[in-house]
Every structure is written in structure tokens, then in C-alpha cells.
């Protein structure tokens, strides 16, 4: 009698023998039963033919509903998962696959698992390899390229593979993604995985891990990002990085992330026109990232190796442009520029006849700054509106990534006056961005703008609450005939009142009339 294993392996050898005809494993089953001791014959494997049908197909899943192990000593999926994620163990429970009622929680068994394994990959660079088991058939079925290195007329019949460019992390991921149909990322592991997705063509993957990296796109790794997203050729993520990039653009050049970056990354974001940033900001990152890579190419942190690395790109750093005191107390003397520039641009700044320059002498553009106004007019009244420490406040959503770099106020109805304002944004109780400046109203009914001190980036469908404390001029303009959805561009802003408001400030009417922001 052949045992349960032996069945399987039998099953297995028919299903590979399919090209041969029915009549010749008949054939083969009738000697085989001739020669054996066994009243037994072997299992046969029927062609399934299917039938047209208006019925919904039923999948092994609906037709047996999975259910709890009666004891405890059974394991369950998760706990195989478990398992073979630290441990890389087999199965020794008997009869493992009358567990689960479906193809895709039986094949997800195997992933990482020894048993049965056909091949073994040594993942990760020396000294950080990884040995992982893998199966030639689930492999080949998820990704074209394993299908050729196994299959294909060039395939090789080796037992272990070496992938020293793939983290053993990313490779499991990718593994768990074609075993499980599960896709499991981490910010820590995401790049690497997205590499590996890329080079075994697993495109599903891959279109995952640019959607993980684009949701928790910021400004801290915006610039790393767009130079991984030109390297793997993903524009739709390339275009998201420049959008923050360019909106915070300050906060993105003083980032950590900025350092690691290469050096056709510095170019591109160094010769960006729409770079919202001041100029001598642009020059200390310059400065800050030729320090790294002096580290990275094992020179010695001098003022000419600096230079060395920067190499042309520091005529992309617009320098002609900074504020006076920005280039003389910086730039002029940094050290890395030489006399005749440093001359030639005092001169650029104070000569009616200016000198030639390398350096590119023109502004950038920078971005403009949209308005969001949510009132359809304003007015003031005697008793109204008085600002005593009391709260104006309003909460806001939309439905496209935005950067929101400040509000509109309304000021004094009573001639000029000068007020101080505190304004915060935040989400769900937390804050964003706040900042304590004035503003000066000339007493018409114009809105005044009050900037943060960097733009802050506000997600598409989540409400925000906008917050001013006021102190001034106690009577002033308020808005009125307040709308609770307006279209701005192709940005579309919903509003909604905020508990926070203790100073009468609602979707129909009060302070906050503006929102400022870069789409």
C-alpha cells in the first residue's frame, strides 16, 4: 500500500505527464497494478471539462467555510507564517494540507519553508547573507524572470543561487507576496523591496511599494526618494517628490535625507526653477551635502575638495540673487568661492556696470501662492467682532495633496491698526505648524496675509482644524455668507465648524476667511 505521500508524489507525476495521451496512462496504471502486491491502483487524474453557466463560480473558500481547530495543538496559518518568517521551519504535523480548504492558504504554507524545497537562495551582500528555501513551480508561476531561470532554454540546474544585491528583508517580502499573495511593507524596507519587485518583474509589487512610498512622502525624504524614483523610472512618484519639494523646499534642502543624495539629483534640484527657498538656504545645503561626499569619497573636509565635489554644479547655486546680508555674511565668506567671484559679485550688487558672471543671475520663480476664500462678503457692526484671547477657529478638508502656507485675516474696521496673531494648524488634536507674528491692517476690508514658517503638508480627505487668537484693534471685519464647499483651481476645499472656536467663528460666517496655499 503506498502511503499518503507517496499519493500526492504520484498525483504530481501525472499532472507533469499531461502531453501524454489517456490511453497510455492507462496503459502504465495496468501494469503497474499487474506487478504490485496491492489490490490498489494508483489514482488517475481526470481532464475538467467546464461547463457554460450563468451561475456564479464558488470558490473553495465559500464552499468550505474555514474553521477553528477543535484543540489547541493545531496550527493555524498565522502561526506557520510565524514560523517560517523566523525560523524557516517544515511542517511536521500530519496530513497539514486537510487543514486548509483552499489553494492559496496551502501554498502559503510553503513559503519559507524547507519542505519540499526544490532550490535555495543565499540573499544579502558577504557577511549579511541569508539562506531561504524556495520552490521552482511557485516561483516560476509569479514571476517571469524566475520562470526563465528554471524553465526557460537558457535555465541552469543549480540547488543554490547567490543574490548579493537584494536584501534578505526585500527578498523575503517579495517571496511572501508570491507565496501568500500578501503584501507586507515597511518604511525601513520598502526601497530595497521595490528593487527587488523590479528585477524579478513583479509589477503588482512593485505598484505597491511606489504607493506605500508616495503616501509617506515628506519633506524629510523627499529628496532621497526622487533620486530612487528616477533610478527604478517612476515618474508618476518622481512628479509627487518635485511637488514637495518644491513647496518645501526649505525643510526638504535641511533634511538629513538631502546628504544622501546623488549628484545628477543635486544638479536637477539645484537648477529647479520653482524651488520655493531662499538662496543662501540653497547654498548651506550645497555646502552641507559636498561635506558627505567628501566623507563618501574618503577626502579630507578642506575648502577645496568641497569645491572638488561640487564642481559645476556650484554655478547652479543662484548666488548673484541672495540679500546682500545674506551673501556677505554668508557666502563671501565660506571660503569656496574664489576672490574674483566674491569681487565680481559685490560689484554684480553695487555697479551700474555689472560683470559677467558663471553664476546663473536670475530669481527663481519660485511658486505662487493660491487663495481659498470662503466668504461671499464681509461686513462690521459696532459691537462686533472683538478679539479678548478667545479662539477663531475653523476645520477643513480637500481633496488633492496641498501645502498650506499661511491664512487670510480680516483687520480693523476702525482705521489702521497693528495686530498680533497666533496661528495654528493641526490634526486630529495635533499640531502641525503654529506661528506668532503681526500684521499691519490699513482699515479697508482686504484680507491680510500671516505666514507659517514653513508650508505644511495636508493629506486629501482628512479634516484639519485652522486656529488665530487675535490681539488687537478689538472691532474688525468679519465674513459672512459662508459656503461650505469651494472650488479653488482643482482643489476642492470642504469647511465645517470646530469645537475649538470659542470666538463665534463657523462656516457662516467670522474670521479665517482665507486659506493660503501651494497645489
Not at 520552490?135 to 535555465?155: I, P, R
Not at 501568500?180 to 524596507?189: H, Q, S, Y
Request: glycine share 6%.
Amino acid at each position: 500500500m503506498v502511503d499518503d505521500k507517496g499519493k500526492n508524489m504520484k498525483c504530481l507525476t501525472f499532472f507533469l505527464m499531461l502531453p501524454e495521451t489517456v490511453k497510455n496512462r492507462s496503459k502504465k496504471s495496468s501494469k503497474k497494478a499487474n506487478t504490485s502486491n496491492s489490490s490498489k491502483l494508483p489514482p488517475v487524474c481526470y481532464e475538467i471539462i467546464t461547463l457554460k453557466t450563468k451561475k456564479k463560480k464558488k470558490m473553495a473558500a465559500d464552499i468550505f467555510p474555514r474553521k477553528k481547530p477543535a484543540n489547541s495543538s493545531t496550527t493555524t496559518v498565522q502561526q506557520y507564517h510565524q514560523q517560517n518568517l523566523n525560523n524557516n521551519n517544515t511542517i511536521p504535523a500530519p496530513n497539514w494540507q486537510g487543514l486548509y480548504p483552499t489553494i492559496r492558504e496551502r501554498n502559503a504554507v510553503m513559503f519559507n519553508n524547507d519542505l519540499m524545497a526544490d532550490v535555495h537562495f543565499v540573499v544579502g551582500p558577504p557577511g549579511g547573507t541569508q539562506r531561504l528555501p524556495g520552490h521552482k513551480y511557485v516561483l516560476a508561476v509569479g514571476s517571469s524572470v524566475f520562470h526563465a531561470m528554471f524553465y526557460g532554454e537558457l535555465a541552469e540546474d543549480k540547488d543554490e543561487i547567490r543574490i548579493p544585491d537584494v536584501e534578505p528583508a526585500a527578498f523575503l517580502a517579495m517571496l511572501k507576496y508570491i507565496y501568500c499573495d500578501e503584501i507586507d511593507l515597511a518604511a525601513d524596507t520598502v526601497l530595497a523591496t521595490l528593487y527587488a519587485a523590479k528585477k524579478y518583474i513583479v509589477p503588482h509589487l512593485a505598484r505597491a511599494c511606489v504607493n506605500f512610498l508616495e503616501t509617506s512622502l515628506s519633506a524629510k525624504n523627499a529628496c532621497v526618494l526622487l533620486s530612487q524614483s528616477c533610478l527604478f523610472e517612476e515618474p508618476d512618484l518622481t512628479q509627487r517628490c518635485w511637488e514637495v519639494i518644491d513647496a518645501q523646499a526649505e525643510l526638504a534642502l535641511k533634511s538629513e535625507g538631502f546628504c544622501d543624495i546623488d549628484f545628477q539629483t543635486l544638479e536637477s534640484i539645484l537648477r529647479r526653477e520653482t524651488l520655493n527657498a531662499k538662496e543662501i538656504v540653497v547654498f548651506e545645503a550645497a555646502l552641507n551635502w559636498a561635506e558627505v561626499e567628501c566623507q563618501r569619497q574618503e577626502l579630507s573636509l578642506s575648502i577645496e575638495n568641497k569645491r572638488k565635489v561640487l564642481g559645476k554644479a556650484l554655478y547652479l547655486i543662484r548666488i548673484p540673487t541672495m540679500a546682500l546680508d545674506d551673501f556677505a555674511n554668508g557666502a563671501a565668506q565660506s571660503g569656496v568661492l574664489t576672490l574674483n567671484e566674491t569681487n565680481d559679485i559685490f560689484l554684480w550688487y553695487t555697479a551700474a556696470k555689472k560683470p559677467e558672471l558663471e553664476f546663473v543671475s536670475s530669481a527663481r520663480k519660485g511658486l505662487v501662492p493660491q487663495r481659498c476664500h470662503r466668504f461671499q462678503s464681509c461686513a462690521y457692526r459696532s459691537n462686533q467682532w472683538r478679539y479678548r484671547g478667545r479662539c477663531d477657529s475653523i476645520q477643513f478638508a480637500v481633496d488633492k495633496r496641498v501645502f498650506i502656507a499661511g491664512f487670510g485675516l480680516y483687520g480693523s474696521s476702525c482705521g489702521s491698526a497693528e495686530y498680533s496673531a497666533k496661528i495654528e494648524l493641526k490634526r486630529q488634536g495635533v499640531i502641525l505648524g503654529q506661528n506668532l507674528s503681526k500684521y499691519f491692517s490699513d482699515g479697508s476690508s482686504n484680507t491680510f496675509p500671516v505666514w507659517f514658517e514653513y508650508p505644511v503638508q495636508i493629506e486629501p480627505d482628512t479634516f484639519y482644524t485652522a486656529s488665530v487668537i487675535l490681539d488687537g484693534n478689538e472691532l474688525s471685519y468679519f465674513g459672512q455668507e459662508g459656503m461650505t464647499e469651494v472650488q479653488c483651481g482643482k482643489v476642492t476645499v470642504q469647511f465645517q465648524c470646530s469645537s475649538d472656536s470659542t470666538n463665534g467663528t463657523g462656516v457662516q460666517g467670522g474670521q479665517i476667511p482665507e486659506l493660503i496655499f501651494y497645489a
